[in-house]
């Protein structure tokens, strides 16, 4: 995967890189919003990173140029204002995601993969399958092998998320944003007993787990035979 | 600034001159209309009476020729307030009449005119004014009759005088009044704007005076008094923030820093170094919540966040919220219980949620778990919304320790957390950023014993469509 981080502090940046460059994908740096214009325009990105506040051009207008340039490279935001308005405004100017600093490596790698994976992947399928897992998005059915599995609306949306992103890191932070649409960090991790309860209806009794905690980052549904 | 070039300046002051200066022109154009009109009066008066009297004489004339007119002339001269004749030969001597000496050629002119004279009782006095009317009669002789203006001018002097006095009187009622209004509102202002000062200089607790007589001063000062209450509560606010950071983001930065040393003192491996760095991000992780819940806090109490409301209904935040929070509830032995009816509310929905989602976090944190009702059916917490009146009330109620009166005050502010509570996580912050969450939509927080237990409400304005 091929990234441009357009970040003008050089440590920030050049950490990124680094960290970036350790789990295999390549990162171009950028210090002020013309450079990382530029660089957007002319390279073939998978996925931009662009601080809000930058020297010459800020982060929302390098974005809404690309945009007005017809380039639809996905873009994350990050920037120093976490609050809901500012997200909002980010993402009207054409970015794809929004991640609040300080943020951990492990939470902004899991976004910007599935923005990567958001571009070149398939469209909008209406049946998600993991191994024997299927999650047909228009009927609401969940079945394992030939099991029917009965989920709360909210359980099936939260399976439904994380087997669009199947594969993937999907952190707590992406969950509580994706499926219930909230932006604020619950002081206990309720997020966790959500994932068990899920996890105890569609890997109990079954030999192989699907659902899988990943240390220090989220979850991932992945078929483990593979 | 002089105590006079300050008077000059004073908008009361100002207004009341442009007023006088209005209200004399007022006075002198009345007067001089009157005056004018009472002239013209006189004057028609005059000329009718004037009229009257020749063509009467000429008719004399006509009748009897001269000798009958001279001895009229002369019966009429002899009369007290006589009017003025003088009868002449066509050679232009005097024949008959009053009137002792006339400015040459007046008689040469037939017709109207205004001229001085003198009457013949007395050559000594000054020259008067009359109006006169000369007409020449059949066969040369010239007859003039006329009166005196005396009456006339003396009137118009009458009222001329009148007019200077009364907007001489004007000016200076008018000017005393300006003073007067404006030194009062001056002395109030400059009140005012002493204790602006003092303000300026540091003090927030000065208030500026109240006449007490309910007019635009006393409004006007009230309202700026109502803000400097708001900003000093602001101030004051801030101060605590500060404060608190200092000191509470403090001790763990201290911890961190403790950590990551004796890491490096004593950590000989990667394993060690490895467990020391985890638990250093771990306690970073805590610092950028507490931040960030600081953060809010400081929004939802400056009122920026007011941009971002919409009308919704608080009941399906009760909902929503509890779905977040049942399983978490469960594991803990505790049943979520939801009873909520329709409660419209303005506002803005992600922090009315994580406001009851702070509620709903303590009311787990801190209930007993299973086995406190002796019954074993499992404690509940019970969160609910609905309407009362012009008031929506989302409350969350719990079967835990609850809060001793004396110390609810006290829990909302930033960073208290009771004794028995040090020992479990959290930042301390839960209660104030639904407390600050509450004012911000012109509600409150209300804690409330639940008996046992806590029962925490949510009391907002309704929205009415």
Known sequence: ?226 | MTALAKLFRATAFRLTLVYLLVFALFAAFLLGYFALNTRRLITEEITSTVDAEITGLAEQYNQGGIRRLVFVIETRSRRPGSSLYLVTTPSGEGLAGNIGSLVPGVLAKPGWMETAYRRLEDPETAEHHALVRVLQLPGGFRLLVGRDLEERERLFDIIATAGRWSVAIVIILGVAGGVFVSKRVLNRVDAMTLTAQTIMAGDLSERLPIAGSGDELDRLASNLNAMLERIEALMRGLKEVSDNVAHDLRTPLTRLRNRAEEALRTSKDEPGYRSALEATIEESDGLIGTFNALLMIARAESGEARENMSEFDAAEVAQDVSELYEPLADTKGLALRVEATPAPVKGNRELVSQALANLVDNAIKYAEPQGHAANGTPAEIVVTAGSEGDRIKLAVRDGGPGIPEADREHVIERFVRLERSRTKPGSGLGLSLAAAVARLHGGELKLEDNAPGLKAVLDLPRFAA
Do not use: C
């Not at chain 1, 800020?58 to 809901?84: C, F, H, Y």
């Not at chain 1, 910007?112 to 993991?130: D, F, H, K, M, S």
């Not at chain 1, 707590?172 to 309720?190: A, G, K, S």
């Open chain 1, 1 to 226: 995967m091929r990234l441009l981080i357009i970040e003008d502090d050089r440590d920030v940046a050049s950490y990124l890189a680094k960290a970036f460059s350790e789990v295999g994908h390549v990162a171009d740096v950028a210090a002020d919003g013309e450079d990382g214009l530029n660089l957007a325009l002319e390279g073939s990105y998978d996925v931009l990173i662009v601080d809000r506040m930058l020297p010459k051009l800020d982060g929302l207008s390098v974005i809404g140029k690309l945009r007005a340039a017809a380039v639809a490279t996905p873009a994350l935001i990050l920037s120093a204002l976490g609050q809901v308005d500012d997200r909002v405004k980010g993402l009207r100017a054409g970015g794809d995601d929004y991640l609040a600093k300080p943020y951990a490596f492990s939470e902004l790698l899991a976004r910007v993969e599935v923005l990567a994976r958001r571009r070149v992947g398939p469209g909008e399928e209406t049946v998600y399958r993991v191994a024997d897992l299927e999650l047909d998005r228009l009927s609401h059915r969940v079945t394992r092998g030939k099991e029917e599995i009965v989920l709360q609306p909210r359980e099936f949306r939260l399976l439904e998320y994380l087997m669009k992103h199947a594969g993937q890191v999907v952190t707590r932070t992406m969950l509580l944003e994706n499926v219930w649409d909230y932006h604020f960090d619950p002081q206990t991790n309720v997020i966790d007993v959500h994932i068990s309860r899920l996890r105890s209806k569609i890997d109990k009794g079954f030999s192989q787990p699907l659902l899988h905690t990943v240390r220090g980052a989220g979850y991932m549904v992945r078929d483990g035979a593979r």
